[in-house]
């Protein structure tokens, strides 16, 4: 078993499913959420329970008010509505400029202090129209965050984005999570922040078609507001 991870959990169903994951993989595991004006906000409250039944060493709930501010996506900007349609070609209106790197950088300053040598991220599809979701963006961070760590440079060892999704499909997550007895019901995935979640926008339809693809029915569905 290696020794530590911190895992990067919003409250969706790839991170829940990579936080138990990685409880199989790490003798130590330490997850962290970020406010960052998401308008689905609520997938905060679902991650904070989601956790407290992970069981993890601690969990790091962090501030990043500036992406709020600089507007511009569908997910913080009050005046962009989140779309109905599936994903297009290009990088989505629901893509959050430069999030991942944002999320990773400061994951890595705990990472530093709490002497963590791995971090964890649930990007899977190797072709995601999300820029900061491939694995050119995830092996430029690690060796961005090799380069700055104090930790690396003590002990002369390394850090890792642990990727272990990646290349696979939202499906291919869902097994493995089913298999691991991740708890879907207290994950929540929908871009609109509704209760129960709207159905239309593009996560919603992935989740959906993750579950139908293996005849599962999503316990999320159960809950109401
Ligand atoms: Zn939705």
Known sequence: MKDSVIVLVS???DSA?????????????YAI????G????????FAKELIKEADVEKHFIVEVPHLKGIKGSALTDENIQVPSEEYPEGPPITTVPMRNLNFLSIAASFADIYEIEN????????????????????SSVEAAIN??????????NRITVWTPFLGMSKTDVLKIGLELKVPYEKTYSCYRGT??????????RQ???????????DPIKKIKR
């Open 11 to 13: 409250g969706g169903m």
């Open 17 to 29: 499913t990579l936080l138990w994951f990685a409880k199989e993989k790490f003798s130590k595991v």
């Open 33 to 36: 959420s970020f406010d960052y």
């Open 38 to 45: 998401q308008k689905h906000k609520i997938e905060l409250s």
């Open 119 to 138: 971090i964890g991220i649930g990007i899977h599809s190797v072709d995601s129209p999300y820029p900061d979701c491939r694995a050119e963006f995830a």
């Open 147 to 156: 380069a700055s760590s104090i930790m690396v440079a003590k002990k002369k």
């Open 195 to 204: 209760l129960p979640p709207c159905g239309e926008c593009a996560t919603c």
């Open 207 to 217: 989740r959906e078609e993750a579950f139908r693809s293996l005849g599962v029915e």
